[in-house]
């Protein structure tokens, strides 16, 4: 019933940066929260940054001044600015959405994109 699209990843060097959006579509009547999160090879899923719907973000460390997410309430839409990328910042990242309520059914849900890959060479 709901679908999250990510675009914008890609390979990018050392410095660089990368936009990163995803869009929501769907049964949806609202969305808590949206967040960003990653997985490199051999670690586990870390979160990157998270934004509610009222603007209240969150970063990891490792990001932080680096790193800005943002929303687009109206589009159901996310957004990563990512700036001085490191290589370390090689991952798939992966949109989610939090305690989403739809038009169809009772409840609050959590739906997760298929990720977009970042690379960043050094």
């Known amino acids: 019933q709901v679908q999250l699209v990510e675009s914008g990843g890609g390979l990018v060097q050392n410095g660089g940066s990368l936009r990163l959006s995803c869009a929501a579509s769907?049964?949806?009547?609202?969305?808590?929260?949206m967040g960003w999160y990653r997985q490199a090879p051999g670690k586990q899923r870390e979160l990157v940054a998270s934004i509610t719907s009222g603007g209240s973000t969150n970063y990891v460390d490792s990001v932080k001044g680096r790193f800005t997410i943002s929303r687009d309430n109206a589009k159901n839409t996310v957004y990563l600015q990512m700036d001085s990328l490191k290589p370390e910042d090689t991952a798939v990242y992966y949109c989610n959405a939090y305690r989403v309520r739809l038009t169809t059914i009772i409840g609050l849900y959590t739906y997760w994109g298929r990720g977009t890959q970042v690379t960043v060479s050094s």
């Open positions: 769907g049964s949806i009547s609202s969305i808590d929260t």
